[in-house]
């Protein structure tokens, strides 16, 4: 075993410990009442997971894709939630890391891998989800400022995080569209309100808000990269390693429906026999292993690729795809194994069908994701 091998096995190690002691026993409770849960910040702190992806030139882990979607995993195998604390935190931190100059490297980065500054990225909009270049918030040149104007929704930590990628358009009059926006790294302050938080069918106790702009000022010094005009670029470039992060997630959940199925199957009794010994559910389980184990495979080619710096948007977004489809449909599946009991707050199963269809949803729904997957295709053949 290599050294980033036994390394991995450490952080796993630990990330299991930490999800059986912390995680699970407070999942139900704050799923239900909707409640943050404020602890497991500072324990994430501890962990480092507010930098698991950040070089550790600017004091992250400096992990690679593939443990860090280990991570993710072993996390939204129990509860998919709190991943979020982080996860579009480490996607701002890295539009930064790759896109950001030095300055903004150095000021932001040691902040992000600690936690003192903490939050997401703003890209939807009422009127813009997957049409992001219809975006409307403004951000007007004021002298050595920008003032910036309109809504993002949707947010996630927008609520409690104190830091934000926002994309703007600089300049709502050229075309192609994108040649008109940019993207802002904004501390919370005076002009950058939550307007309200969201109420969800799943994904709860983490917070999504709606944000409302209005005449914030930020310095010209924070848009990523120093020039205008490359906000969308800076931003689709750091979906690769979003998609893997979903991917991820779905690959846990498909995993963690699995095993509580199995569990439950193992232990209820109809006519006189465990309900996994009826043909019917078994045929049930064994899809939903192959499922969660392709999920897995599908993840990894990904996050290897991505690693090795080979391209790997086809292979990211099959990931993302395939491994949400399947925390869908094993939650569903699991909801069958349960029966009646599926259906009450009592099972967290009821959770994992709450929760996994936002899967299909963010960095790209599947609808889009099958267009990008296919036009990858193409290109690739031509
Ligand atoms: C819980 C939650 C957390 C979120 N967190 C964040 C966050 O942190 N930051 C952020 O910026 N956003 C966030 N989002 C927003 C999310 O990214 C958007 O909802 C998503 O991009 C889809 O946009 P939309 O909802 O406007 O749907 P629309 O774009 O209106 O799409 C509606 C439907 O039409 C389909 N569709 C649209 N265009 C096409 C097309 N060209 N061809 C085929 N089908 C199409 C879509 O696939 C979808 O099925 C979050 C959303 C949720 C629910």
Redesign the pocket.
Known sequence: MNHDESLELQILATIDKWVEQELRPIAKEHDQADEYPSDLVEQMKALGLFGATISETYGGLGLSASTYAKIVSRICEVWMAPS?IFN?HLIMANCVERAGTDAQKEYFLPKFATGELRG?????EPD????LQSLRLAAKKDGNDYLLNGT???????IHGNCLAVLTKTDPTVSPAHRGMSLFICEKGEGFTVGKK?K?LG?RAID?AELIFDNFRVSADNLVGGEEGRGFQQVAGGLELGRINIAARGAGMAKGATTMALNYAMERKTFGKTIAEHQAIQLKLAEMSTRAAAAELLVHQAASKFDRQERCDLEAGQAKFFASEAAVQNSLDAMRVFGGYSYSPDYEIERFYRDAP?LC????????QR?IIAKQMVARAG
């Open positions: 979020g579009s997401g990225i703003g890209l939807t813009a989800g997957s049409d993002k929704t949707w947010i996630s930590n927008g969201l969800k994904y999504s936002l949803i963010g960095e790209g729904t599947n609808e889009i267009m």
